[in-house]
């Protein structure tokens, strides 16, 4: 696994020269369309991957259909580590708490997607479709991210469970939407403050 936390992203700056954002110890972090626009590919590097210095890196893809993919080499110890899962953050849960006997027709998701056709607002769907994907990438860059879906899955879906099963369908509600919320706060706000900066200096040139 590389040396990486994800609060050292919010630290960087952008550098239009080098066309990516740069940390204070000339760490790199690229965040790359897809040719298609079909998703993003986004690579961090412990520092600049040009020129003969050895270097770790941790790279990640991910579609649009929310389906991802991370790759972290370590090249001090020779060592590489990939995973992979969906954009969706509570199928993701699922998947890391379950592990090899995850199957995406488990209770909980059954649960929770009939939960969600018949009682969560379109807007509140379509707001969680928009931010789950990008919520996912950067957890997926944290080295302890088997314990944050650990969280999530006992601290969210398995409440919100309890609470359907009750018919407390607006504590299931209430459960879901802050969810989103504090999630979107802690991981997705920085990025897309940055790359809101990022615009408006294109704009001013």
Known sequence: MSDFDYDKIKDMEYD??????VGKNGEEFHVT?????????????DRSPYGNAPHNSTHVKSDLSEDWN???????????????GSGCYLTTACMYHMQE???????????????????VLKEDIKHYYDIAPIIVNLINF??????????????VIMPSIVAI????????YDIYKN???????????????QQFVKTLKKIRK
Not at 70 to 84: E, H, I, L, P, V
Not at 107 to 117: C, G, H, K, S, T
Not at 142 to 155: A, M
Request: aromatic letters at 16%; charged letters at 30%; a neutral charge.
């Open 142 to 155: 944290q080295p302890n991210c088997n314990k944050i879906y650990e969280w999530i899955y006992e601290n």
């Open 179 to 193: 969810s989103v919320l504090a999630l979107e706060e802690k991981f997705a706000k920085p990025i897309i403050q």
């Open 16 to 21: 239009p020269n080098r066309g990516c954002y």
């Open 33 to 45: 369309p897809y040719s298609n626009g079909n998703g993003y590919k986004y690579d961090y590097y």
């Open 70 to 84: 991370r790759t972290d080499n370590d090249r001090d110890n020779g060592t590489q580590d990939k995973s992979s």
């Open 101 to 119: 006997t995850f199957d995406d027709s488990c209770q909980e998701l059954m649960a929770l997607r009939w939960f969600r056709d018949n009682f």
């Open 165 to 172: 099963k009750k018919g407390n369908y607006k504590i299931a």
